[in-house]
Nanobody, 116 residues
Framework: QVQLVESGGDLVQPGGSLRLSCTAS????????MAWFRQAPGKQRELVAG???????TYAVSAKGRFTITRDNRENTVYLQMNSLKPDDTAVYYC??????????WGQGTQVTVSS
């Protein structure tokens, strides 16, 4: 059974930073593509960043230059470092795993709130 557990969400002021973590179990982590999505109230879930099993990263336009996705295959963990946070980044952030760009397993989400 695949399980993805996110952590690291918090209330942060604009301009601040957070690092989200997602630890996976029940999958061959090193063979999985991983990604972070987010969903703000009243909006559709959107892809924030993805990282292939080979370590290649892609970013949404809104995340490029501010967010960094990395993975540690020894720890079965994917990270999302978020800098220069804006109120528009407020959302529930979800970790996902899958093959290619088809994500079949999801975490429960972690809340990120950017507010002064």
């Amino acid at each position: 059974q695949v399980q993805l557990v996110e952590s690291g969400g918090d209330l942060v002021q604009p301009g601040g930073s957070l690092r989200l973590s997602c630890t996976a179990s029940g999958i061959i982590f090193s063979a999985a593509n991983m990604a972070w999505f987010r969903q703000a109230p009243g909006k559709q879930r959107e892809l924030v960043a993805g990282i292939t099993r080979g370590g290649s990263a892609t970013y949404a336009v809104s995340a490029k230059g501010r967010f960094t996705i990395t993975r540690d295959n020894r720890e079965n963990t994917v990270y999302l470092q978020m800098n220069s946070l804006k109120p528009d980044d407020t959302a529930v952030y979800y970790c996902a795993s899958g093959v290619s760009t088809v994500y079949t397993a999801w975490g429960q989400g972690t809340q990120v709130t950017v507010s002064s």
